[in-house]
């Protein structure tokens, strides 16, 4: 449970600072997002997910 709440933590930290000091490019990022097919960003969402639990299995096997 320690693990999940430091998890959590640490993403709201790091999107409080894209918020914090580039709100501009965030703007710019969600026009870019949203000019994107559908099937586009989908697959950058998978992508992302996969990345992510790549990460965290790794992260837990080198750990362990």
Known sequence: ???LLM???FVLVFE???FA???KRLDDLAAFLA???VDAR???GLLAL???VLLLWLARTIGA
């Open 1 to 3: 449970m320690t693990t």
């Open 7 to 9: 998890a959590a933590g």
């Open 16 to 18: 409080g600072l894209i």
């Open 21 to 23: 000091l580039l709100p």
């Open 35 to 37: 000019q994107m097919p």
């Open 42 to 44: 989908r697959l950058l």
């Open 50 to 52: 996969a990345f992510g």
